[in-house]
T-cell receptor
Framework: DGGITQSPKYLFRKEGQNVTLSCEQN?????MYWYRQDPGQGLRLIYY???????QKGDIAEGYSVSREKKESFPLTVTSAQKNPTAFYLC?????????????FGSGTRLTVV | AQSVTQLDSQVPVFEEAPVELRCNYS??????LFWYVQYPNQGLQLLLK??????LVESINGFEAEFNKSQTSFHLRKPSVHISDTAEYFC????????????FGTGTQLKVEL
């Protein structure tokens, strides 16, 4: 079945460490997105990519980095510069072109700083 | 720029009662509109969408939403809710000519009680 896979489901980070969240899709979607979810704040866009080897900052990109070396993969690195990284992170993908049929989401990674 | 307002952060309702979750958007152009549902510790799932045509759209599990251009609204309704409908619901909007980026509301927690 086609879908989008995020791993790990739970991740613990020590202060000052970088961590990388994985996102893989087999839907042949060109576009991929990373969102951060905090209680009462909805979803905030971190980074997005509409084509391989290209990506753009979203609304809250500071302290995060991404790469898009393959169409199927869009990993997110939470760097030590991100002061409050504890949150639920969601990856999504979508087709591009005329019409917008919405996103397909992964099941999320919950990151906790210990 | 587009924005989405979900007026209620929480909506408690008794089982088998009707419910309406409100969503208003602001945009200077025509829009696509979406409702997503999120169960605890999971990603978002597409519930229904309005792209064009009939202003009343329905989901397979009994929800419906009506696009009202004059009131810039896309309220979600269900005539009789079940315990299993307890979840968080997100309204989202995109610009058909502006790429595939979705702007999400802050979410409404629907809690169905016996």
């Amino acid at each position: 079945d086609g879908g989008i896979t995020q791993s790990p489901k739970y991740l613990f980070r020590k202060e000052g460490q970088n961590v990388t969240l994985s996102c893989e899709q087999n839907l042949n979607h060109d576009a991929m997105y990373w969102y951060r979810q905090d209680p009462g704040q909805g979803l905030r866009l971190i980074y997005y990519s509409q084509i391989v080897n290209d990506f753009q900052k979203g609304d809250i990109a500071e302290g995060y980095s991404v790469s898009r070396e393959k169409k199927e993969s869009f990993p997110l690195t939470v760097t030590s510069a991100q002061k409050n990284p504890t949150a639920f992170y969601l990856c999504a993908s979508s087709a591009t072109g005329t019409g917008n049929y919405g996103y397909t989401f992964g099941s999320g990674t919950r990151l906790t700083v210990v | 720029a587009q924005s989405v307002t979900q007026l209620d952060s929480q909506v408690p309702v008794f089982e088998e009662a009707p419910v309406e979750l409100r969503c208003n958007y602001s945009s200077s152009v025509s829009v696509y509109l979406f409702w997503y549902v999120q169960y605890p510790n999971q990603g978002l799932q597409l519930l229904l969408k309005y792209l064009s045509g009939s202003t009343l759209v329905e989901s397979i599990n009994g929800f419906e939403a009506e696009f009202n251009k004059s009131q810039t609204s896309f309220h979600l309704r269900k005539p009789s809710v079940h315990i299993s409908d307890t979840a968080e619901y997100f309204c989202a909007v995109s610009d058909p000519g502006g790429g595939n980026k979705l702007t999400f509301g802050t979410g409404t927690q629907l809690k169905v009680e016996l």
